[in-house]
């Protein structure tokens, strides 16, 4: 039952059940609202079935996030806030690696000399922000890209307009390439957002440090 607005009592009007359980219901919600730290999300849902849009909720053991690669940021405790919809993470999830590997002029999820995905796993509603960032030299003169795709309750391709760009004016000379970015269009839910490589050169390209970090918005 979501929070309902008590009406205001005048003098000998009597106390009905009605009015009685729209107090206690209102003073339940406010209660969770304020305390509002559980164990994970199960522990939440149990004590919070009926959420209203706005309610924070932080919790100590998360099941959710995760993330995939060779050093991962996976928050301890987590803040939630329920958008209407869904809890959303709005603590911010990444993950890195510093293995020097190489890519190639297609889109890629792995490496060659590190195959481990470079992903973050949290809770969104449409909107996250995206930021990425890796650096990277290539034997010729070429333009490298970074981007990602998204899985789980989203399906989105790897595409260049979510990515960005640099150019390598000469050859072995190391580009920074990344951005933040506003994603819009999700479908609210667990979403998995993995970094994608590639170059426009059909030389080696090789990549030196590879993040990504993601944060809910609400």
């Known amino acids: 039952m979501a929070y309902e607005a008590p009406a205001t009592v005048v003098t000998d009007e009597k106390y009905t059940a009605a009015a009685h359980n729209i107090i206690v219901n209102d003073i339940l919600q406010f209660a969770g609202f304020n ?109 490298n890209f970074l981007s990602f795709s998204v899985s789980g309750a989203t399906t989105l391709s790897v595409t260049d307009d979510n990515g960005s760009r640099d150019v390598s004016e000469a050859s072995g000379r190391i580009v920074g390439v990344g951005r933040p970015l506003i994603i819009t269009g999700l479908t609210a839910g667990t979403n998995t957002f993995t970094l994608n490589y590639k170059t426009d050169s059909i030389s080696t390209i090789t990549y030196y440090t590879r993040n990504i970090i993601v944060t809910g918005i609400a």
């Not at 919070?48 to 932080?58: L, V």
């Not at 959710?64 to 603590?91: H, K």
């Not at 690696?97 to 297609?106: C, E, I, M, P």
């Not at 000399?113 to 796993?121: E, F, K, N, R």
């Open 35 to 143: 305390r509002g730290v559980f164990t994970n999300e199960a522990a939440r849902d149990a004590a919070i079935t009926s959420p209203t849009e706005g309610m924070h909720a932080y919790l100590t053991a998360p099941t959710v996030p995760t993330a995939t690669g060779a050093i991962t940021a996976i928050p301890l405790g987590v803040q939630t806030i329920y958008n209407g919809s869904v809890w959303v993470c709005v603590t911010p999830v990444g993950s890195r690696s510093d293995t020097d590997a190489t890519g190639s002029n297609s889109y890629v999820t792995t490496l060659t000399g590190d195959a481990v995905a470079i992903s973050v796993t949290l809770v969104t509603g449409t909107t996250a922000l995206v930021a990425t960032h890796a650096t990277a030299s290539v034997d010729a003169v070429a333009t």
